[in-house]
């Protein structure tokens, strides 16, 4: 099956999309005081650079909700950063939490490849990000997440983070054929399974994002859990049904030592029951290199497992559809 998209190309310039936005973001400005809470909102691969910033901000006192509905949640106030990201900028879900934001006072961001939220944006002296047009929203991250953090290194929320970024650029860079040939093999053995991928709470955002490139890319079914909470219920499901399946285990290496143990534990438990596990093993000098190289190595492998499959990864019909029907 051919790639109508040629997105194997957007795919090997992963690192390159991250400095083309290194510069993105910086220019806004934020009172750091005056802030106590964040929202992002956004939908698909727009609202998962919330759930990754969620992720990579873990530590920081300043709690983060990631929304993906029409709705703001009834906290979000003057002191409430709101986040709103739509990679066409048309989607109406954010937009709807857009004017909610507007409404209430909360202070706004907005990032798009144009569209309607850019509109509303400069009719509503609102501070906009725009960001590079033409791509599957699901390959964007590069730009999204490399955005925010730049505004919000900007604003002082984040600190560092233009070392991070340079040295995530310098890895990625050097790992790209590595990273392709591992999201290879792994789509060979995927083939014909159910993928299963079970991550730490910390890396709960790129198992999701694996699932998700999954379903839109190989049109297939994937499911993710995160660790401790799946070794509570969703593993007594192999006693039954576990040889359909493909296990794929992301950890990283700062998980709590808990859950490593869990993870090896596991792994014992589930081979009684000959169940297929394989372990994603990511490398990097620091968290934001070890995200984006899983989303990457993800990605590699939803890609090559659409041409297992015999499917265009490019193309996401029924969503088109659903799209068409709601207008």
Same mark, same amino acid.
């Given at each position: ?56 901000? *873990? ?59 850019? *509109? ?41 983070? *233009? ?21 290879? *093999? ?142």
């Amino acid at each position: 099956m051919a790639d109508s998209g040629n997105m194997i190309s957007v795919l090997s310039n992963f690192p390159k999309m991250i400095e083309e936005a290194s510069k993105l973001g910086d220019d806004i400005t934020l009172a750091k005081d005056l802030i106590d809470k964040i929202v992002v909102s956004g939908m698909g691969g727009s609202g998962f650079t919330g759930d990754l910033l969620k992720v990579y901000m *873990e530590d920081s006192p300043i709690p983060i909700t990631v929304v993906k509905d029409y709705s703001l949640p009834a906290f979000a106030d003057k002191k409430t950063l709101v986040i709103a990201i739509s990679y066409s900028g048309n989607t109406e879900e954010t937009i709807s939490a857009y004017r909610s934001a507007l409404r209430r006072g909360c202070k706004l961001v907005s990032i798009s490849s144009g569209g309607k939220l850019e *509109e509303l944006s400069k009719m509503n002296k609102v501070q906009h990000i725009k960001i590079p047009g033409g791509f599957q929203p699901r390959l964007t991250t590069p730009y999204l997440f490399t955005a925010v953090i730049n505004m919000l290194n900007a604003a002082g929320i984040l600190d560092d983070q *233009e070392k991070a970024i340079k040295m995530c650029i310098k890895e990625m860079s050097a790992s790209g054929k590595k990273v392709e040939a591992s999201g290879k *093999e792994i789509a060979k053995k995927l083939k014909g399974k159910l993928p299963l991928i079970y991550s730490s709470q910390r890396m709960f955002a790129v198992a999701e994002k694996w699932k998700t490139d999954i379903n839109e890319n190989a049109k297939t079914h994937a499911f993710y859990n995160v660790l401790p909470e799946f070794n509570h219920n969703e593993i007594c499901a192999f006693e039954n049904q576990g040889l359909s399946s493909h296990v794929l285990l992301l950890s990283d290496p700062k998980d709590h030592e808990k859950v490593k143990k869990r993870i090896e534990i596991f792994k014992k438990l589930t081979a009684q029951y000959k169940v297929p596990v394989t372990e994603v093993g990511i490398v990097g000098e620091n968290f934001l290199t070890r995200l984006m190289t899983s989303v990457w190595m993800g990605l590699f492998s939803a890609y090559y497992l659409a041409l297992e499959n015999g499917v265009d990864p490019t193309p996401v019909k029924i969503i088109e559809q659903l799209k068409k029907e709601l207008a």
